[in-house]
Nanobody, 128 residues
Framework: QVQLVESGGGLVQPGGPLRLSCTAP????????FGWFRQGPGKERERVTC????????YNSASEKARFTNASDTSNNLVYLRMNLLKPEDTAVHYC?????????????????????WGKGTLVTVSS
């Protein structure tokens, strides 16, 4: 089974930035869309961004457009999540997921169902 691998989580002070990385061993990143999800304590998992590496199109949830951005490095089969102005309520386990077709990020009614490969998550803790 294909499993994605996230890295970059840890402790960060409120207001700070943090970048997460995701690798997808065995997958050609240009054949998939990649989503970043998070699940905080006592909360449901939610999608925060989606990226299509084949054309670099990105889609963020409305509440996070001002603070969260993503990017891809197709040469190294990597995707990234850059978080800024972090708040304590951003504390969550962050997951990377991959789905198809690669343009599925644009279909907001279907993209969550299209995610078929997942990582185990990386914890981001925002605290002073």
């Amino acid at each position: 089974q294909v499993q994605l691998v996230e890295s970059g989580g840890g402790l960060v002070q409120p207001g700070g930035p943090l970048r997460l990385s995701c690798t997808a061993p065995g997958l050609n990143s240009e054949d998939y869309a990649f989503g970043w999800f998070r699940q905080g304590p006592g909360k449901e998992r939610e999608r925060v961004t989606c990226i299509a590496p084949f054309d670099a199109a990105t889609y963020n949830s409305a509440s996070e457009k001002a603070r969260f951005t993503n990017a891809s490095d197709t040469s190294n089969n990597l995707v990234y999540l850059r978080m800024n102005l972090l708040k304590p309520e951003d504390t969550a386990v962050h997951y990377c997921a991959a789905g198809a077709p690669p343009g599925v990020c644009a279909d907001t009614m279907f993209v969550d169902f299209a995610m078929r490969y997942w990582g185990k998550g990386t914890l981001v803790t925002v605290s002073s």
